[in-house]
């Protein structure tokens, strides 16, 4: 099949597949005398794994680490386990992390209360506050760290 079959096939679009092609994630297919690409149903498998652990928010390192377990058959099955535990471990300190937020954006919505105009809101204000403040975070109590490390 074509890479818009593909597409069409798993409800990914062609950029996605290209770029699950570059990062190893997906085998490169063979390709027609007219210089196309033709995918095969194991394409599709692959893919659709791929897209499914993207969708319990695995990494792309993560996902190519179970894919690299996944092609070889005699790997032993704790493999799999120690990736899953590691990946329940990140998701845990990440629900952290959001629960922490979470506590800061309620803490902020509670500085405005009333209608008041613009210069008086009590929300912006503690933007501007934290936001000074913030160079003197740590990058442990900032959301961004794990969120966009990943």
Do not use: W
Not at 7 to 20: G, K, P
């Amino acid at each position: 099949m074509k890479i818009g079959e593909l597409a069409a096939s798993s409800s990914t679009a062609v950029e996605t597949i290209r770029f699950y092609e570059r990062e190893g994630l997906l085998p490169a297919p063979p390709r027609s005398q007219g210089n196309f690409r033709q995918y095969e149903h194991e394409h599709l498998e692959r893919l659709q794994l791929i897209r499914y652990c993207r969708g319990l928010d695995m990494s792309l390192n993560e996902v190519r680490a179970l894919l690299l377990v996944k092609d070889t058959p005699s790997a032993a099955c704790s493999d799999v386990n120690a990736l899953l535990d590691q990946h329940i471990q990140h998701v845990s300190t990440r629900i952290s992390e959001l629960r922490q937020l979470e506590s800061q954006l309620i803490e902020l919505r509670q500085r405005c209360g009333t209608e008041r105009t613009v210069d008086q809101c009590g929300i912006l204000a503690g933007i501007s506050e934290a936001s000074r403040d913030l160079c003197g975070m740590s990058r442990e109590r900032s959301h961004l760290r794990s969120v966009h490390e990943h």
